[in-house]
């Protein structure tokens, strides 16, 4: 039964989290409630043939629609700008169907920029100007910027040499589109709603799923994907399971150090996620964290904040 919560019909619930959270569970769970789609914010779990390694469990999502799982296949390159679009288009197409959108991962980066307008994070990496500037000084690098026009809203980081590469990288593309920065964004009315299971929680889980995925076949995923022509730099760009399976598969670590530097990558990578959400708090977003640790707890939890909040 569908609880009497009275949505915005363009409200974009978001659920964000840190890996192995629950966040999928809750947010089909959510779906249930208000006639939801989901629309997943990974930014592994858009390659086919990449199932084990990015928790794509899609059993769970059961009888709900989900959007932007497997929309490209191993060895492309996905990036910001191409999600932002294809995030617009899956959000258009779940309004037109009279449905609740719902944005589910744990993707900071990718979550931060459909909700605030952040105008040069989705410029473009180049590839070529970064191997060009990958030797020069500091020095050098500060000179190349006093050449450019800087705009008012464009903050140099000037603490580091990527920092600086990046900043004239940003620079060189307004040169060919002066106009970028002033472009329309697309303004999602949301309210995001996160899970911050306490750390030792949030470990163990990790470490249980890792040796699940493990016994699912993670090793003979990613020989799979060797087989059908990918190659272990490839796989390496996609890091944590891809990577260390990758050294493994090559030699370069035994199977105890497989596991045990893998399990460290994904904690850190846990910890790297929370601090991401807590810098889109501090930039003015505000997460509404969740108390319970139960997935039917959060989501009694959930619809009472939506009944109760009157500014969405």
């Known amino acids: 039964m ?22 999928t569970e809750l947010a089909v769970a959510l779906a249930h409630q208000i ?40 060895g492309e390159r996905y990036h910001l700008s191409r999600f932002q679009a294809d995030f617009q288009q899956a959000y258009r197409d779940i309004l037109a169907r009279g449905r609740q959108p719902i944005a589910c991962g744990g993707t900071g ?7 605030q307008h952040q105008p040069y994070i989705d410029v473009p990496l180049d590839l070529v100007l970064r191997e060009t500037w990958q030797q020069a000084s500091k020095e050098e690098l500060l000179r ?47 309210i995001i709603f996160g899970i911050n299971p306490p750390v030792e929680d949030r470990r163990k889980k990790i470490s249980q799923r890792l040796k699940k995925r493990i016994d699912q076949g993670l090793v003979d995923e990613v020989e799979s994907l060797l087989a059908k022509g990918l190659t272990h730099d490839a796989l390496q760009y ?16 035994d199977r105890e150090t497989f596991f045990k530097r893998l399990e460290t990558e994904i904690h850190r990578y846990a910890k790297r996620q929370m601090t991401f959400f807590r810098k889109m708090e501090k930039d003015g977003l505000k997460i509404h964290w969740l108390q319970a640790e139960t997935t039917s707890e959060r989501l009694k939890e959930m619809l009472q904040t939506l009944q109760l909040e009157k500014n969405i």
């Open 109 to 115: 980066l990718y979550i931060h920029s459909l909700l």
């Open 35 to 74: 006639d939801g789609e989901i629309i997943s914010v990974d930014s592994r779990q858009v390659y086919r043939d990449m199932h084990i390694g990015t928790g794509k469990d899609l059993a769970a999502y059961r009888d709900i629609l989900y959007h932007l799982i497997d929309i490209c296949n191993p």
């Open 238 to 253: 996609y890091g944590l399971e891809y990577k260390y399976v990758s050294l493994f598969l090559l030699g370069q670590i």
């Open 144 to 190: 190349q910027l006093d050449i450019y026009q800087i705009p008012a809203n464009f903050h140099v980081d000037r603490t580091s040499h990527k920092r600086l590469i990046r900043a004239i990288e940003v620079l060189e593309y307004l040169k060919q589109d002066p106009g970028y920065a002033t472009k329309e964004h697309r303004h999602y009315p949301h």
């Open 2 to 23: 569908q609880a009497e919560v009275h949505l915005p019909p363009d409200l974009l619930c978001v659920v964000l989290g840190p890996t192995a959270s629950g966040k």
